[in-house]
């Protein structure tokens, strides 16, 4: 297994400001996800971040709001922009480590964003 | 596009009893992956366990076993001898063969009662 973390773990922030979200992993790791969780709601997937290459986003996140820096196989950061207050949100990181298991996705502790 | 639906929204067990939730799913295609997360209150997102759609034989990882029947596309978790520590929002996640992107149902909030 790996350890995965972010930074910060919550935070309290003014709208129109943005906020940079950090995830570290102690293993080199291929593929890096970004996930939105919502108030009492499911995942949702923002992103996929591979290094070298151009986060790749799914249909209702766009590069402008969320953008995305992978700049090794250990680290990643998603940046929320311009917040408002539905931007209200947890936000995980996760990651596909080389394991037995192929395909599965190991989750960050998430990051609590209450934007007022 | 695939959907996974989980239609129970809160569930509850004492605690040593047996529980079982539910996850259905929508797909057209024969190969994927199917896992349950579990996320205790404030806490992180875990992998509880995960099962291969090739594979006829059901997963079980120490409590937690799956009931998984593919021609009905279900998927379910049973939980024996619950313990508080289960009290968690449970995820079911589907995964098609080669790519990445998890799907994920609703969620049950799951509570064990002592």
């Known amino acids: 297994s790996a350890v995965i973390s972010q930074k910060p773990s919550r935070d309290i922030c003014q709208r129109g400001t943005s906020l940079t979200i950090q995830c570290q992993v102690d293993s080199q790791v291929t593929m890096m996800f970004w996930y939105r969780q919502q108030p009492g709601q499911s995942l949702t997937l923002i992103a996929t971040?591979?290094?070298?290459?151009?986060?790749?986003?799914e249909s209702g996140f766009v590069i402008d709001k969320f953008p995305i820096s992978r700049p090794n196989l250990t680290f990643s950061t998603l940046t929320v922009s311009n917040m408002s207050p539905e931007d209200s949100s947890i936000y995980l990181c996760?990651?596909?480590?080389?394991?037995?298991?192929?395909?599965?996705?190991?989750f960050g502790p998430g990051t609590r964003l209450l934007v007022l | 596009a695939q959907t996974v639906t989980q239609s129970q929204p809160e569930m509850s067990v004492q605690e040593a009893e047996t529980v079982t939730l539910s996850c259905t799913y929508d797909?057209?295609?024969?190969?994927?992956?199917l896992f349950w997360y579990k996320q205790p209150p404030s806490r992180q997102m875990i992998l509880v366990i995960r099962q291969e759609a090739y594979k006829q034989q059901n997963a079980t990882e120490n409590r937690f076993s799956v009931n998984f029947q593919k021609a009905a596309k279900s998927f379910s978790l049973k939980i024996s001898d619950s313990q508080l520590g289960d009290t968690a929002m449970y995820f079911c996640a589907f995964n098609q063969y080669n790519t990445d992107k998890l799907i994920f149902g609703t969620g049950t909030r799951l509570q064990v009662f002592p």
């Open positions: 797909t057209s295609e024969n190969n994927y992956y």
């Open positions: 996760s990651v596909i480590l080389d394991s037995r298991w192929i395909e599965t996705q190991y």
């Open positions: 971040a591979n290094q070298g290459s151009e986060a790749t986003y």
